[in-house]
């Protein structure tokens, strides 16, 4: 059974949306609690029991939303290399959260990644892939650029908020800067470009 498959919609949902949840929830029992003369119990009952629909819900996020995340990757490094030689080739994804989820919930609610592929000639960068952790949806990445080792002046890395991010500096004045929580992600293909540039320009 694939993730996909294995998630229950209505939990996913109700995770997403805790306002929503209590109050329906509240509503509920506050019907029930009107109906046999007991509406202020009922009331406190629905708070209680929404709270508790919600923290069931955020459950299921929690518990898969890494491998929706690693498919995402997966499939955005496989579209990023398209066309190009990949056994002779590292790729790297650089990726990072953004947007305010609800209370108890892991994930952020977009997530972005840029794919480099380092090959002897050159350094593909493909950016503007997109997805959406709450629709469970995703948007291919929107350019893809070739830079051949020549081309390159500098590469260095910085600290941005929570994000390190690489930073190519062109020969022609252009500066291309993709960005991941992973900082270690971000070193090591620092370092790769660096070595594969000096070597260029022997």
């Not at 993730?3 to 939990?11: F, G, K, L, R, Y």
């Not at 459950?59 to 579209?79: A, G, V």
């Not at 080739?89 to 977009?110: I, R, W």
């Not at 941005?160 to 293909?189: F, K, Q, W, Y």
Request: net charge negative.
């Amino acid at each position: 059974m694939s993730v996909e498959e294995d998630v229950n919609e209505i939990q996913w949902k109700l995770g997403w949306n805790p306002k929503i949840t209590i109050i329906a929830v509240t509503v509920l029992f506050t019907i029930v609690g009107a109906a046999i003369d007991a509406v202020g119990t009922f009331f406190v009952l629905g708070i209680l029991a929404g709270g508790a629909v919600y923290v069931w819900g955020t459950r299921t996020i929690n518990d898969n939303y890494d491998s929706f995340l690693s498919r995402f990757i997966s499939e955005s490094e496989r579209k990023g290399a398209r066309g190009i030689e990949v056994d002779s080739a590292n790729t790297y994804s650089l990726t990072y959260g953004m947007g305010d989820s609800p209370p108890l919930v892991e994930p952020s609610k977009t997530y972005k990644t840029n794919t480099l592929v380092v090959t002897d000639a050159s350094v593909n960068v493909n950016k503007g892939a997109e997805f959406d952790m709450k629709s469970r949806e995703s948007v291919a990445g929107g350019s893809n650029r070739e830079l051949y080792y020549d081309q390159i002046s500098a590469v260095e890395s910085h600290q941005d908020g929570r994000r390190s991010v690489l930073e190519i500096r062109t020969s022609g004045g252009d500066t291309i800067g993709v960005g991941s929580t992973n900082t270690d992600t971000v070193d090591e293909a620092l370092s790769d470009v660096r070595k594969r540039v000096r070597e260029a320009k022997r």
